[in-house]
């Protein structure tokens, strides 16, 4: 195989890697990680209290997921989501 070919299989397996893992939380996922509704992170968001905030086309939010777990596992260090 030609060097400048990549390999189907070795694009395969990453693309199978990064949808088990997206590198995003959705408004939901946070919503479920701190056991509150999606209105409550929106409104969490819109002050600025959750980090990584991505603003996608529209009304598309997403969070960094590296930012929102250090953040909670910084709140839950501390007794708990302080803000939620």
């Given at each position: 195989m030609s060097p400048w070919v990549s390999?189907?299989?070795?694009?395969t397996h990453i693309a199978a890697d990064t949808a088990e893992t997206p590198a995003a939380y959705s408004m939901r996922d946070v919503a479920r990680l701190t056991q509150t509704s999606?209105?409550?992170?929106?409104?969490?968001a819109d002050q600025g209290l959750i980090p990584g905030r991505i603003k996608g086309l529209g009304?598309?939010?997403?969070?960094?997921r590296v930012a929102v777990d250090v953040w909670l596992a910084g709140q839950s260090?501390?007794?708990?989501?302080?803000?939620?």
């Open positions: 390999n189907p299989m070795q694009t999606e209105r409550h992170i929106a409104r969490l009304r598309l939010v997403r969070f960094s260090v501390q007794g708990g989501p302080s803000h939620v």
